[in-house]
């Protein structure tokens, strides 16, 4: 009778989990925080968890009128630096493809993208633009620019092309020929080809100009030349249909003539490009592995300066072996614990790197890298969840912590957060490369550039 009864009991429950499983939609299975924690904390289930935490900032978390990223989101609720509802122009481009992210794993419905991706470029279409650029912060409720500082108060060409990488991105993953897709895809054109990035050559001149304000005209005199994280901003300006730049503006103002290749290495790799022109400084904080890189496919990419894919893995590999070797002595650092780049620091906002170094570890830094360093990520994001959960919060990783100094903020950068889901499906998948390179704009600019491209992933 007790054996009876406990085969009753099983086909109860049995039945009880088919029928929970009937009325569960495709989201709910796929949601990371419904498995097991040794599950969540291990392998895919762990990938599908943080890139899920992540995207949710720019989903969940997202400045409700205008849909786009908020430049910071604190769990403490304090803002003592811009108001909670300034959003960031480079900061949403990065969301709009971790948004796709959350699409394809089956976070979020299509559809729903669909309509918040309208709504995005609807108030874009609105916000105010200079030349065809915004500004670096946006106020979410008016459109209005919120300055970035006392004289960023005008049209921000890195930021710009930041969100373009993004909306370009989102214009090639809804390629249907239903209505709304249709509809999205001549919104995101018409931003696209409104971009006067021959403007920012400040009369022609053979270099792109990061600011220009219609106040205080080109007095930020901010002109990009020599490697760091805004080499897309000079792919898409010559791959622009309507106002493109030459190649010379390329060859003169971002490589400098040829300055820009490196003969030096850094913990016996090769460095590729100088990575500060008039610094003696070896290399950059890893967002300039990231940004640039979202879209732009650097594995298979080359030019007469540089193999990409050599030149980001190895910037990768070289602040892995950094903490490694931790010449600083810093608590904690090691094969598992390591990556620096420009984030929140002990004392406001540092932009760390080997060389200006505070004892400050940026998860993004290695969570960003795994196309390069994918062992030494997932050593880094293994043991993060396992180990220090105090760490990690509602949309992953909190932005910086320190054991050194026994720091920690539970606080969010959107332009920290939105690479770690982008930068991870683009190991897993090549999701957002592929779409980004295959469009006949970009591709037409890396020619003129003369870029080659083989795709290997």
């Excluded at 010449?327 to 990556?339: T, V």
């Amino acid at each position: 009778m007790k054996q009876s009864n406990h085969v009753i009991l099983l086909v109860v429950m049995a039945a009880l989990f088919l029928l929970m499983s009937c009325n569960s939609s495709k989201e709910d299975k796929t949601i990371t925080e419904v498995l097991p924690k040794e599950k969540r904390i291990s392998g895919t289930g762990l990938l599908d968890t943080i890139q899920k935490q992540t995207m949710s900032y720019f989903w969940e978390g997202a400045e409700p009128n205008s849909g786009l990223a908020r430049e910071r989101l604190h769990m403490d609720d304090s803002y003592p630096t811009s108001p909670k509802n300034t959003v960031t122009t480079g900061g949403s481009g990065f969301g709009l493809m971790a948004i796709l992210v959350g699409i394809e794993r089956g976070f979020i419905p299509k559809e729903e993208a669909l309509n918040r991706y309208l709504k995005i470029v609807d108030f874009l279409e609105k916000a105010d633009r200079f030349h065809g650029a915004w500004s670096h912060w946006i106020d979410g409720e008016t459109g209005k620019v919120y300055p970035f500082g006392k004289k960023d108060n005008g049209g921000d060409l890195v930021e710009t092309a930041f969100l373009i990488q993004g909306l370009l991105t989102v214009s090639e993953y809804f390629d249907g020929e239903n209505t709304k897709e249709k509809e999205l895809r001549g919104k995101i054109d018409k931003l696209w080809r409104a971009v006067e990035w021959d403007w920012y050559t400040k009369n022609g001149e053979d270099v792109l100009y990061w600011h220009w304000s219609p106040e205080f005209g080109w007095e930020m005199d901010f002109p990009v030349g020599g490697y760091n994280e805004c080499l897309i901003m000079y792919v898409l300006a010559a791959a622009s249909p309507t106002h493109p730049i030459s190649k010379s503006v390329y060859e003169k103002g971002w490589a400098k003539n040829g300055a820009i290749v490196s003969n030096e290495t850094y913990y016996d790799e090769d460095l590729v490009l100088n990575y500060y022109e008039h610094s003696d400084a070896k290399i950059g904080p890893l967002f300039w592995a990231h940004y640039s890189y979202l879209g732009l496919n650097p594995n298979g990419l080359s030019d007469q300066y540089a193999d990409y894919w050599k030149l980001t893995q190895n910037h990768a590999k070289i602040h892995y072996k950094y903490a490694v070797d931790n010449p600083k002595d810093f608590e904690g650092y090691g094969d598992s614990l390591w990556g620096l780049t420009s984030s929140y620091s002990v004392k406001g906002y540092k932009g760390h790197r080997p060389g200006n170094d505070y004892g400050v570890i940026s998860p993004t830094a290695a969570l960003s890298s795994f196309p390069y360093t994918p062992k030494e990520s997932m050593n880094m994001l293994a043991n993060l969840y396992k180990n220090h959960d105090s760490l990690i919060g509602k949309f992953g990783p909190y932005d910086a912590f320190s054991f050194e100094h026994n720091w920690s903020t539970p606080r969010y950068l959107a332009i920290d957060q939105g690479p770690i889901p982008v930068m991870i499906e683009n190991y897993r998948t090549g999701l957002l490369w592929n779409l980004f390179m295959k469009n006949k704009d970009v591709q037409s600019g890396l020619n003129k550039l003369g870029f080659t491209y083989k795709n290997t992933k």
